[in-house]
């Protein structure tokens, strides 16, 4: 079983920055691509990026492109998103989510975490 906890949510004001981190636990973090999602007030959660085992593919979605972007560091289990030139539509709470090779979708989530844009 794969566990994840997120950190890093909080209140940043329009135009700044904020970094999440993902750890992971409870298998070889390696065998397991990573993604981000997002669920805001009365939206149905979305994909907002995702990144390879190996880290040398990533993907975002059109919302995301080009201000956030997602890492991975094996050695520590961890996968990032470092989002940039943040705005409020942005607002969501944001979960980490792990699948292995064999997975349909991503079956294993984190508990989330709150990233709120102020305008």
């Known amino acids: 079983q794969v566990q994840l906890v997120e950190s890093g949510g909080g209140l940043v004001q329009a135009g700044g920055s904020l970094r999440l981190s993902c750890a992971a636990s409870?298998?070889?973090?390696?065998?397991?691509?990573m993604g981000w999602f997002r669920q805001a007030p009365g939206k149905e959660r979305e994909f907002a990026a995702g990144i390879s085992r190996g880290g040398d593919s990533t993907s975002y979605a059109d919302a995301v492109k080009g201000r956030f972007t997602i890492s991975r560091d094996n050695a520590k289990n961890t996968v990032y998103l470092q989002m940039n030139s943040l705005k409020p539509e942005d607002t969501a709470i944001y979960y980490c989510?792990?699948?292995?090779?064999?997975?349909?979708?991503?079956?294993?989530w984190g508990q989330g975490t709150q990233v709120t844009v102020s305008s």
């Open positions: 409870g298998r070889t973090f390696s065998t397991l691509s």
């Open positions: 989510a792990a699948r292995t090779a064999s997975s349909t979708g991503y079956p294993y």
